[in-house]
């Protein structure tokens, strides 16, 4: 069932009620990005219980926490064709299944393996939710506030990370089954996302380019007013007209900076670390802070998830004001500082533990300030209509990729190179993000869809600069 669309103009949606609508339509989808959040970083509350019931290594640690990531990645690679074939909407309902099933699966597991499985079933439904959110939203969205409603998906995303950081300290005293609560409370925000889903459109831009003109038009209606829908059917109907919409496209020459943009920003959004502490802030806390219990790490990961939040609405307020570029130069210099700040401080015998956890929240902040939401809403924005599913998937990927060698190896780096020395590694990389988005990321804040396909097509003819 879709939210109705009426054809007279004075049923039409005002100013008023048309920001009204689309933002009902973003926060139904963005739903998707609180279990996002939630399902990613309650392993970090869940790892501390697992690790005992089941007398797990520090390979098996990773190895449990890493599943979800891998899912992520196999569903973030299958996203564009799903999307393409069946749409937007309907691609968000079967990750919506997903993340009732997993949640519900992981909840109940009588071993590692099965649990294991579950969270690969709960990372396919990230990774599709994590590709085709932003592009659904950045499809419904006008360009005047897309930056910031894009950025919804991520303010959904860190509340779910903070919701399970709270859940995980205020359930630990349950005893050993609280890790099964831990998980099992998603089922209610998965329940929730499915029936949203069922009450909205499909992406207009999708829905014009398989053909289906006079339903774009109407839900383009309802976003921009009568007068304005036909003049932004038209424009959506040319900027189509000469995309094949196959990989090839996606690998043609005018494409190649802009796939450059996204998958640079998707790498390195997550190379620098910041999983480190969101998936295994609790185990990093109690074994490498001194004098810090289980207890105090957990609520330790509540203040970092503050500190996310915080980032993450200053973002929302300023994305569309600054711009993308500006933001996100601030971001990765600041977390660059507070990498080398907080290896100094690690280093420095007899400083207290609040001192280190300082720096990581600052690190904390300006990862969710910048390298959190913008990548996201930059690959959601840069490509064309026909491969933006494409060509988004293919760069959420390798954001996924990431991930998961963060994941995979932090453990073991901690245990070959000590907490210092694994550090540098991630601050190395903050710098070279400064440096990849001052050479090759454009300002995009206020363009159009089509504005900014044109200007990649003048930049591959020497017009733009």
């Known amino acids: 069932m879709h939210i109705s669309v009426v054809s007279h103009d004075s049923q039409y949606a005002t100013p008023a009620r048309s920001r009204l609508y689309v933002l009902s339509l973003a926060v139904v989808a963005a739903i998707s990005g609180f279990l996002f959040g939630f399902d990613t970083a309650v392993i970090n509350g869940v790892l501390l219980f697992l690790q005992r019931q089941f007398a797990l290594s520090s390979l098996q640690t990773e190895i449990a926490a890493s599943a979800l990531l891998l899912g992520c990645l196999f569903g973030a690679a299958g996203a564009s064709l799903i999307g393409d074939s069946i749409g937007r909407r309907k691609s968000l309902l079967l990750a919506a299944i997903l993340f009732a099933s997993s949640t519900l699966g992981t909840a109940l597991t009588p071993s590692v393996l099965v649990f294991s499985i579950g969270r690969l079933c709960g990372g396919l439904a990230i990774g599709l939710a994590s590709v085709l959110t932003p592009v659904y939203i950045a499809e419904i969205a006008p360009a005047r506030n897309r930056g910031r409603l894009i950025s919804m998906n991520q303010l959904a995303i860190v509340a779910g990370i903070l919701v399970a950081y709270v859940v995980s300290w205020a359930l630990a005293g349950i005893g050993a089954s609280s890790w099964r609560w831990m998980l099992g409370l998603a089922a209610v925000p998965a329940l929730g996302f499915l029936l ?48 094949s919409g196959t990989w090839r496209e996606v690998f043609a020459p005018p494409m190649r900076r802009p796939l450059d943009v996204a998958l640079g920003l998707a790498i390195l959004c997550q190379i620098t670390g910041i999983n480190t502490v969101l998936y295994y802030g609790s185990i990093l806390i109690s074994q490498h802070f001194r004098g810090q219990t289980s207890g105090a790490a957990l609520a330790a990961n509540i203040v970092i998830g503050g500190a996310n939040l915080v980032g993450t609405l200053l973002a929302l307020r300023f994305m569309d004001r600054w711009g993308r570029r500006t933001m996100l130069l601030t971001g990765s210099a600041g977390m660059t500082v507070s990498l080398l700040l907080f290896i100094l401080a690690y280093r ?118």
């Open 348 to 465: 420095v015998p007899g400083l207290p533990p609040m001192l280190l956890l300082a720096c990581i929240l600052s690190y904390t902040g300006f990862f969710a300030f910048a390298m959190g939401p913008i990548p996201w809403v930059v690959i959601g924005e840069i490509f064309p209509n026909k491969i933006r599913g494409r060509a988004a998937s293919m760069a959420t990927s390798a954001l996924w990729t990431g991930t998961l060698l963060v994941t995979l190896t932090f453990l073991s780096l901690i245990r070959v190179l000590g907490v210092s020395g694994t550090f540098s590694i991630y601050a190395v990389l903050c710098a070279a993000g400064f440096v990849f988005i001052w050479t090759r990321v454009p300002e995009t804040r206020g363009k159009t869809l089509e504005q900014i396909q044109q200007y990649w097509e003048g930049l591959n003819h020497g017009k733009a600069r």
């Open 196 to 243: 949203g889903l069922l009450f909205i459109p499909e992406s207009p831009r999708w829905l014009i380019s398989q053909g289906e003109r006079e339903r774009g038009r109407e839900v383009l209606a309802r976003i921009y007013g009568p007068a304005q829908a036909e003049l932004q059917a038209a424009a959506v109907e040319a900027a189509a007209a000469g995309e």
